[in-house]
C-alpha cells in the first residue's frame, strides 16, 4: 500500500516523541498547581519557570518577557487590543496592518473599529512585500500599534520586519509581528530586533495545540486580556498549563538546535518541488516566486484547475496540502492574500499550498509531482472533451 503524503505542516504538525516525553510527568506524578506553596506546587512552580527561561533563550530574550498564551489567535488579538485599549486614552487609537494578515490579526484590528479606534490598512506588492513608503506614510502620532506577519502563512514571503520595526518605534508605535510560521525558519532575536511584541504557536513546530507565547519587551503598554489572578504579573492569570509550557520549550529548543540543517533540507525539498512542477506542468504560476520566501511554503496555482476539485482528488490518492490557511477550512471562496497581491480571481481560486516539514522526503515530493501532473493532464482532457461536446446553436 502506497503510504500518505503529509504537506500541510504549515497548518500543523506532529507533536514530537521528546515533547511528549517531556510533558508526561506533569499529567502524573507532578501534577501539582503551581500557585500552591507545598512541594507538588513548588515542582510545578519551578518546571513553569524553567520552561519561560528556555523559551526565552530560543528567542534572545528575558524570562520576564515570556507569557505563555493558547496559541497564534490569542496571542495576535491580546497583542493589538491590548496596546489600543492601554494607548487610547492618549490619543493613539489606530492600528496599521496588511490586507495579506492572518485573520486573527484582521479580526483584532477590525476590532479596533469596534471600539472607537481607526484601522489602517498598507499596500502590498504583487510579490506579497509590504509597501515600505505607504507604511511609513501611514504612520504618526495616532497610531498605537502597527502589526505585520514576519513569514506569510499562505504564500511564504518575508518581511523586512526589522526595518519595519524601526519605521513603528521611530513614529512612537509599537509594533507587533505574527511569528507563528517564522519561528524556526527564520533568524530572531529579540535583543538585535526592536519589535515589541512577538507571536509563536507550539502546534506549528512540534508542541501540542493549545499553546504558545506572546514575547513582550518590557516597558510595553498592554493591558490584559483576561481577569481574575495574578498569573504571570497578572497578564494572563488563570492556572497556568505546565505540562504544555514544558513541551512548547522542549519543542523550540529542538527547533533552534536542527534549525540549520533543517532549513538546508527544506530549500532543497522546495527547490526540488519548484523545479519539478515548471517541467512537468509549465504553465504553473508559484506565487511571490520573486519576493524572498521561506523555504517550507510554496503556493501554487494550475490554470484551468480549481483549488477545492484538486484538494479532494489529492486526497483520495493520500496526499494532504491545503489552499491556503486552515483557518479557512470549509471556505471555496479565493484566498484574502492572494486578492490582496492582485492575482485574478481564476488564478487565487486554483491556488494549492503545500507545506513541508517533519514528515517531508525526497520521495513524498516526487510522489505528488506525479500526481499533480496526472491531474493537470486529465482536468484539461476532461474540460477539452466538455467543450467539443458543448451544444452549438444552429442557424437557419
Known sequence: MTQPVYLDHAA?????????????????????????????????????????????????????????????????????????????????????????EHKAVLAAVHQIVHEGGEERIVRVTPDGLVDMTHFAE???????????????????VIQDVPALAAKAKAAGAVFHTDAVQAFGKVSINANSTPFDLLTI???????????????????????????????????????????FAVGLATAAELLIAEHEAEHARMQMLQAMFERGLHERIPDVIIHAAN???????????????????????????????SAG????????????????????????????????????????????????????EKSRVGKAASAACAFTPVEF
Open 12 to 100: 500543523t504538525t506532529p507533536v514530537r516523541d521528546e515533547v511528549m516525553a517531556a510533558m508526561a510527568p506533569y499529567f502524573g506524578p507532578r501534577f501539582g498547581n503551581p500557585s500552591s506553596v507545598h512541594r507538588w506546587g513548588r515542582e510545578a512552580r519551578v518546571a513553569l519557570d524553567e520552561a519561560r527561561e528556555r523559551l526565552a533563550a530560543c528567542l534572545g530574550a528575558h524570562a520576564d518577557e515570556v507569557c505563555f498564551t493558547s496559541g497564534g489567535t490569542e496571542g495576535d488579538n491580546f497583542a493589538i487590543l491590548g496596546v489600543f485599549r492601554t494607548l487610547r486614552a492618549q490619543g493613539r487609537n489606530a492600528a496599521i496592518t496588511t490586507p495579506i
Open 138 to 156: 501611514r504612520l504618526d502620532e495616532r497610531v498605537a500599534v502597527a502589526s505585520v506577519m514576519w513569514v506569510n502563512n499562505e504564500v511564504g
Open 201 to 243: 504557536s507550539g502546534h506549528k513546530i512540534g508542541a501540542p495545540k493549545g499553546i504558545g507565547a506572546l514575547f513582550i519587551r518590557r516597558d510595553t503598554p498592554l493591558e490584559p486580556m483576561f481577569h481574575g489572578g495574578s498569573q504571570d504579573r497578572g497578564r494572563r492569570p488563570g492556572t497556568e498549563n505546565v505540562a
Open 291 to 321: 519576493a524572498p520566501r521561506a523555504p517550507h511554503i510554496t503556493n501554487m496555482s494550475i490554470p484551468g484547475t480549481s483549488s477545492e476539485s484538486m484538494l479532494m482528488a489529492l486526497d483520495l490518492r493520500g496526499i494532504a496540502c
Open 325 to 376: 490557511s486552515a483557518c479557512q477550512s470549509g471556505s471555496v471562496s479565493a484566498s484574502h492574500v492572494l486578492s490582496a497581491m492582485g492575482v485574478a480571481p481564476d488564478v487565487a481560486n486554483a491556488a494549492l499550498r503545500l507545506s513541508f516539514g517533519c514528515l517531508s522526503t525526497e520521495a513524498c515530493v516526487q510522489r505528488t509531482l506525479d500526481v499533480l501532473a496526472t491531474l493537470a
